[in-house]
């Protein structure tokens, strides 16, 4: 987009424009979209698929360590040990775990791959979502939200009128908005506690935006070290590990770690990791 349009705001404004224009049937569509009732539909319309399709799902309990046993020429056996003292033995294996969590598993197979995931950097957010009595706020929320540049040097990294954006989200009567703070280099905040970092953020509405009134509803989500970062020399990287895990067939890294971070990324990316599974499964190399 960058590329193309000279920047990420211009080329975002040239593709609003572009989907923002009546369709062929007259209706107008948005570069926004979510799920109604929030993104848990996602996972469990894909549980459900999975289900009844006869797959065997286990939850509650995380991979603890992984290894590897020769089973025929060229095949393996992964067998992959779980935190509850089980373990499963498969013919083919996709790591969607973060990618410092597979440089752990992947470690005793090949420790260059395991070096190489681990120095993908993540970094941590937080987010504070609040519910203001729409009349207490009227005129202070204008657009979909707002991003604040580094330099302004403030709390706040970002806020989304997500009442405005999907009013699906409120009662008409209130306005949420989603506050967003923390990110690389400036993750300190996130040591703050829930209180804390609520009374930061909303000092940073009211000099911002005037809003002073107090939240009906305060919610505080924080993601720690949920958001990969694609440093400079990161698809070499991706080539070195994809090399050195070349030799474990049906052994296959997939995520927000490697092709992409946006959920229709993943999705992409797992989906290319499930052909790549059924591909080394019925013979050819994955
Ligand atoms: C605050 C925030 C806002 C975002 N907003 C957007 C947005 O608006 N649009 C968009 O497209 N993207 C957005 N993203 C990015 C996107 O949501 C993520 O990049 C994406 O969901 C990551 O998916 P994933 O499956 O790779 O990783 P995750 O969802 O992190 O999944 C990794 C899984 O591995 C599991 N795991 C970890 N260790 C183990 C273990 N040892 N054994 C077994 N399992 C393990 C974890 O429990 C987790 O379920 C946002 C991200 C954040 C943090």
């Given at each position: 987009m960058e590329q193309q349009c000279g920047s990420v705001i211009r080329g975002m404004m040239t593709t609003r424009k572009s989907v923002s224009s009546p369709t062929h049937s007259n209706q107008k569509r948005t570069m926004f979209v979510s799920l109604k009732n929030g993104l848990s539909d996602l996972v469990a319309a894909l549980v459900h698929r999975l289900t009844d399709q006869g797959v065997t799902l286990k939850g509650g309990c995380a991979v603890d360590a992984l290894r590897v046993r020769s089973h025929q020429l060229g095949r393996w056996m992964y067998d992959v040990i779980l935190t509850d003292a089980s373990a499963l033995s498969v013919d083919s294996l996709v790591l969607a775990t973060p990618a410092y969590v597979s440089a752990e598993l992947v470690r005793p197979l090949t420790p260059t791959a395991g070096r190489l995931l681990e120095i993908i950097p993540y970094a941590s957010t937080a987010t504070i979502a609040m519910a203001y009595p729409r009349a207490a706020v009227s005129g202070a929320a204008e657009g979909f939200g707002f991003v604040v540049p580094r330099a302004e040097g403030r709390d706040l990294i970002a806020a989304t009128w997500t009442s405005l954006k999907w009013p699906h989200r409120a009662p008409p009567d209130q306005l949420l908005v989603r506050c967003y703070v923390g990110g690389v280099g400036r993750?300190?905040?996130?040591?703050?506690d829930d209180q804390a970092l609520v009374a930061r953020v909303r000092a940073e509405l009211a000099s911002m935006c005037g809003v002073t009134a107090a939240p009906w509803f305060v919610e505080v989500n924080r993601w720690m070290r949920a958001m990969p970062q694609y440093t400079l020399g990161h698809l070499e990287r991706l080539n070195q590990i994809e090399a050195a895990l070349?030799?474990?067939?049906?052994l296959i890294l997939t995520g927000a770690g490697y092709r992409g971070v946006g959920i229709p990324d993943c999705i992409r990316d797992g989906a290319v990791a499930a052909e790549r599974v059924m591909r080394y499964l019925s013979g050819e190399r994955s």
């Open positions: 993750e300190a905040i996130l040591q703050l070349s030799r474990y067939g049906g």
